[in-house]
């Protein structure tokens, strides 16, 4: 598969599970939170489908196209290893990281703190969606819907 291939399927993995999982998410209180803000394609896609709820971006720099921009209040700056922690106890009712790099290497080193800090800044009941899969003992993972294909995207809801 072609990298434009492999790229097409990431985006669209994304957009239907974060459709698949809104209804659910809509049910529970508390903010979402983005790891990863990226361009802001996925931030935007949450802000139109969560419109009156708090959406929280992180990212080590900014480089989202403008109106996709969160308020200042809502942006938090730098390694999120270090930023999210600080959320931990926050009860997300989603958090969605997309902060895998393809590279293996680097991917193993986020996967040493990355499942702790989602299963930590989760409410109960409170859904995971990550491009990296996530090994905790408080995550449950669920099925993805049809059209995505497994091992491309993680879908956890927190116990
Ligand atoms: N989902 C986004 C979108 O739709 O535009 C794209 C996210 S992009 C693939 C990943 C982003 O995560 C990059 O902007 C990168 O700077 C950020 N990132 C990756 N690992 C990070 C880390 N450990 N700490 C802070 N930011 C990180």
Redesign the pocket.
């Known amino acids: 598969m072609s990298r434009l291939d492999s790229f097409i399927r990431r985006l669209s993995a ?1 957009r239907d599970i974060l459709n698949t999982v809104a209804n659910e998410v809509r049910t529970l209180a508390g903010p979402v939170l983005e790891l ?8 935007d896609h949450l802000r139109e489908l969560f419109p009156d709820r708090r959406i929280i971006a ?4 900014v ?1 989202a196209y403008g109106p996709s921009m969160p308020s200042a209040d809502d942006l938090v700056l730098g ?3 270090d930023t999210a922690k600080t959320f931990i106890g926050a009860n997300a009712s989603l958090a969605h990281a ?2 895998g790099t393809g590279y293996e290497d680097k991917d193993a080193i ?1 996967l040493t703190w990355l499942p702790e800090i989602m299963a930590g800044v989760l409410a109960p009941g409170g859904l995971a969606v990550s491009g990296l899969p996530l090994d905790h003992p408080d995550l449950e993972a669920l099925p993805l819907p049809s059209t995505v294909k497994d091992g491309r995207y993680f879908i956890y809801r927190r116990k």
């Open positions: 994304q990863g803000l990226g361009n802001g394609r996925t931030f992180f990212d080590r720099t480089n390694e999120i290893r997309d902060i986020t």
